[in-house]
């Protein structure tokens, strides 16, 4: 298994502002992923970061609104930005894991409230 | 584009009773499917893995299918406990072009009572 923490657990912020969520996994690994997981619905995945070269974006997610750093192989930040209520999620960092790399695992997740 | 439904959506079960949950998913040419728990307001623990090339897999009481060809997995809890109380999650992994992607169903919210 894979131990990820994330900071913070929870915030509140206000409209036009913008958070840093932090995540940190307990060994190397390649590829960090980050989702997002609006209410009631199931997790979406808003980008790959791999160290050392720029952050893959999914459809419907762009740079400027999900900044991602990925400065070593334990570390990775996801930045909100410019947040509306709209943004109000749990947001999931995500590694692989296991033979083949290829079972994933999470961490407890970002639960943001935008007023 | 890989399309992954779970049924029932919610389920209610007195504590002791075996069941089962479903998903299915659009696209068979999957590389594995992982079953995961999610207890309110927290992340996923993932419960079982299969592989495109295994039928099942079993931890403790539960027990995981797949039916690749024709796209179906299911999950069976037997001697339900109150503490099994969440919201389960199928995820298939395939191909999105340069990777590989994780496809979430909507879960399955189950409450088992006392």
């Known amino acids: 298994s894979a131990v990820i923490s994330q900071k913070p657990s929870r915030d509140i912020c206000q409209r036009g502002t913008s958070l840093t969520i932090q995540c940190q996994v307990d060994?190397?690994?390649?590829?960090m992923f980050w989702y997002r997981q609006q209410p009631g619905q199931s997790l979406t995945l808003i980008a790959t970061a791999n160290q050392g070269s720029e952050a893959t974006y999914e459809s419907g997610f762009v740079i400027d609104k999900f900044p991602i750093s990925r400065p070593n192989l334990t570390f990775s930040t996801l930045t909100v930005s410019n947040m509306s209520p709209e943004d109000s999620s749990i947001y999931l960092c995500s590694v692989e894991r296991g033979v083949s790399y290829n079972e994933q695992f999470f961490g407890p997740g970002t639960r943001l409230t935008v007023l | 584009k890989q399309e992954v439904t779970q049924i029932p959506a919610a389920l209610s079960v007195p504590e002791g009773e075996n069941l089962v949950l479903n998903c299915s998913f659009t696209?068979?040419?999957?590389?594995?499917l992982q079953w995961f728990r999610q207890d309110p307001g927290k992340g996923l623990t993932s419960l079982l893995l299969i592989q495109s090339s295994q039928r099942e897999q079993t931890s403790g009481r539960l027990n995981a299918s797949l039916d690749k060809s024709s796209g179906r997995s299911t999950l069976y809890i037997a001697a339900s406990q109150p503490g099994d109380s969440a919201t389960y999650l199928c995820a298939v992994k395939s191909s999105g072009g340069s990777n590989y992607k994780l496809t979430f169903g909507k879960g399955t919210l189950l409450t088992v009572n006392p």
């Open positions: 060994s190397q690994v390649t590829m």
């Open positions: 696209d068979s040419a999957i590389y594995n």
